[in-house]
Structures are given as C-alpha cells and as structure tokens.
C-alpha cells in the first residue's frame, strides 16, 4: 500500500498546483485540516454526443486519491474507471467504448444500468394482478434485460452532487406505462458516487403509479487487470454463496441447490478458469444466479475479485438476494472496444446484484419483483478497491 499511498500524494499535488494555476486568490478554498485539499475531489460534465436530437454527456468523477471515473447519462453507463496496481500504475478497468455511437451501435449491456427488469423472463411473459403481459422476445425465447429498448438505451437527465464523502453523480428516468409492455409509469433514480475511501458506490431507487415488476442491476464488465489485457480466466475470485438456481438454459425454474462438490463452488478463493470447462453451456462459461448468503435485505459481502498479476482487488457488498455471475461467454471477437482493443471470450467478468431471474414465474420467488404504489424499490451496492502486494 505504501506504493498506492506515494502514487496518490503525487496526483494530490499535481490536483492543487492546476487548481492554484488557473482559480482566481480570492476563489481559492482552505485547506480543510483533517482531509486533502476539496477542490481535488470534482465532478466535470462535457458533450458526448446526440442520440436523435437529445444532446447527451459525460461525466469525470475524480476522488482525492486521484481515481477516476467516466459516467455517461445514455444508459447510466460507466465507461471508463482508472484504479493504481501494486507499482501505482493506472489503468482503466472496464470493458466499453471510446465513443457514444459505440454504445448504440453495440449492445453487451457495458457498464449500464439495466431495467425495468434485469436478466430473464421465461418465455418473455407473466401474470400480474389476474392479466396476462407478452414481452419482446429479445433473448429468443426469453425476455433479457428489459427488453428491446431497456433502460441501458435511454437518455437519463443527470445532475451532479458534491456529498461530503467524495464526488457524485444523480441520474433519473421516468418510464411510461407501457414502456416494453410493463405497466405503470416508473420513476428511476440511481446515484453513482466515487468515496476518497476508493469505493464506488451504486445507489438505485424506484417507484410506481401502478403494480408492476422492478429489478435493477449495474452490468459494468469488470477485468481488473486492464480492460484491453486479456482475459479474466486467472483472477481469483469468492463468492459468498453457498447456493444457486440451476436453470434450463440460463433461467432458473425455482429450485435452489448447494454449490458443494460443483463446478459453481467459489465459497473459497479460486481461478475462474479452474473448473470453467466442467460448467459447460454453448459457449462456455458461467451465467448463473448465485443465492448470496445472509439477510437479503441488508447490505453485505457479496464477492471478493482478485488480480494476481496487478494486485487489484475488488470487493462487492450489497442488500439484494442473488447475484448473476457472467464470464463474458458471448464477447466474440467481433466487438472493438476502447483503443481498439478486441472483446473475446471472457475478456471481462460481471458481478450483477439482483432480485432472482424469472421470479415473477416461481411462486416463491414472485415477490420479490413486484413494487406497488406506495413503495420503493432500493438497490444498494458497494466496490472497494485496494491493492494487495
């Protein structure tokens, strides 16, 4: 850490000569004496470009260690997050895109915000309040991710915020009854805020005029040795499950089994690429819903993400019952990400946060995804970044 701690004096300084160069004396704030200097805590927007006529942005939050991330208001998108190695050396973290066309263009759910309801519904239908609802088949022939126009494709309004606890940014949608076929009209809201305690917090609130279903997730593509290194195969990663819903193909059914003695056993740490082949699926790789241990509506540990090569480490904390663990099985080779770096198989891992996949069709699970009037759906989520040598 002593490494991390010298790289982040440095950019501090750097922070406060820029500030003191270009900021007017009488402008220049003091120095608060338990904390760096505020000004190198900042939100910054620019123009991103437009999706039809709607001007869309982005957004630099930069915490008093000098980490940085980028966060478009088109799909609530976190595109780019810089976090130092073991040596102090910086590198973006993320899969995504240099420009916005790329993110309308393609449609890996990169860093996005996805809704009204994550993962799948089988069969693209359910029953609420006596009625029957038909979804777009958009993951033949299951309903994925909120359907053909989900949230991760809408302009969301954002607003920035300067809470005392490092730099944040407000994104709200309002979805219209109907919307994808849900009914009622939603009102979204999620907070990203970057912590000088190098955390990223995920904040994700909903309500509603009429019954209907909400499940909210953050589908970032994490590689925390670079986005353009490679594959994801060697970091080493727990879970904090001791059980999954097995599905038929990758939608659950209802039933809940122990991972023990099975290839989806990550309660203690190991290589993602150890037991990949065992799991089978076409192609390859996890895309399962892991029940996460404790009370499903505090927020917990939920994973533990390791870097050997880099020694980043990412720890995962939240207050939803599952979590969907995906390899990146379907990046093809086709996909050109930032730089030009080419997205394969595995060339990034997502940690989804969530209400279980289909439960709107298990009885037992139904309600965990209906929000009424009256409500408020609340999604929280924590990454804490650190190094280990």
């Given amino acids: 850490m002593a490494v991390f701690e010298r790289r982040a004096a440095v950019l501090m300084l750097l922070a406060a000569v820029a500030v003191v160069a270009c900021t007017p004396a009488r402008e220049q704030p003091e120095p608060a004496p338990s904390r760096p200097v505020s000004a190198a805590t900042t939100v910054t927007g620019a123009p991103f470009g437009k999706v039809g006529d709607t001007l869309v942005q982005i957004y630099t939050l930069t915490n008093t260690n000098g980490i940085?991330?980028?966060?478009?208001?088109?799909?609530?998108?976190?595109?780019?997050?810089?976090?130092?190695?073991?040596?102090?050396?910086?590198?973006?973290?993320?899969?995504?895109?240099?420009?916005?066309?790329?993110?309308?263009?393609?449609?890996?759910?990169?860093?996005?915000?996805?809704?009204?309801?994550?993962?799948?519904?089988?069969?693209?239908?359910?029953?609420?309040?006596?009625?029957?609802?038909?979804?777009?088949?958009?993951?033949?022939?299951?309903?994925?991710?909120?359907?053909?126009?989900?949230?991760?494709?809408?302009?969301?309004?954002?607003?920035?915020?300067?809470?005392?606890?490092?730099?944040?940014?407000?994104?709200?949608?309002?979805?219209?009854?109907?919307?994808?076929?849900?009914?009622?009209?939603?009102?979204?809201?999620?907070?990203?805020?970057?912590?000088?305690?190098?955390?990223?917090?995920?904040?994700?609130?909903?309500?509603?005029?009429a019954t209907t279903l909400v499940n909210m997730a953050h589908h970032s593509y994490w590689n925390l040795a670079g986005h353009d290194s490679g594959t994801i195969l060697d970091h080493e990663l727990t879970l904090d499950a001791d059980a999954y819903t097995p599905g038929s193909p990758m939608v659950p059914y209802g039933e809940v089994k122990p991972v023990t003695g099975t290839p989806f056993d990550f309660t203690r740490a190991k290589p993602i690429g150890r037991d990949l082949q065992q799991v089978g699926g076409m192609p390859v790789g996890y895309d399962h819903n892991f029940v996460v241990n404790g009370d499903p509506t505090r927020l917990r540990q939920v994973a533990r993400l390791r870097d050997p090569r880099t020694g980043r480490v990412m720890t995962l904390s939240a207050d939803q019952p599952g979590v969907q663990f995906y390899t990146g099985n379907f990046l093809d080779g086709s996909i050109k990400g930032k730089g030009g770096a080419v997205y394969g198989p595995h060339a990034g891992l997502c940690l989804e946060t969530q209400k279980f996949p289909n439960a709107i069709n298990v009885p037992g699970w139904r309600d965990q995804v209906i929000l009424r009037p009256g409500r408020e759906y609340r999604h929280a989520m924590v990454y804490a970044f650190s190094v280990e040598r």
Wanted: charged share 25%; net charge negative; proline share 5%.
């Fill in 68 to 209: 940085v991330a980028k966060i478009t208001n088109y799909g609530a998108i976190v595109t780019e997050l810089h976090l130092p190695d073991r040596t102090g050396a910086l590198a973006d973290v993320v899969l995504g895109f240099d420009s916005l066309d790329g993110y309308v263009r393609n449609t890996p759910y990169f860093g996005a915000i996805v809704g009204r309801v994550a993962n799948r519904i089988r069969n693209a239908e359910f029953t609420l309040e006596d009625r029957r609802y038909a979804l777009a088949p958009n993951d033949k022939p299951h309903h994925l991710h909120g359907g053909r126009r989900g949230w991760d494709k809408v302009v969301w309004n954002a607003k920035p915020l300067h809470p005392a606890e490092g730099a944040a940014l407000e994104l709200t949608y309002v979805s219209r009854d109907g919307e994808e076929g849900y009914p009622g009209t939603v009102t979204a809201r999620t907070v990203y805020t970057l912590t000088d305690h190098n955390e990223l917090k995920v904040d994700m609130q909903a309500t509603t005029d």
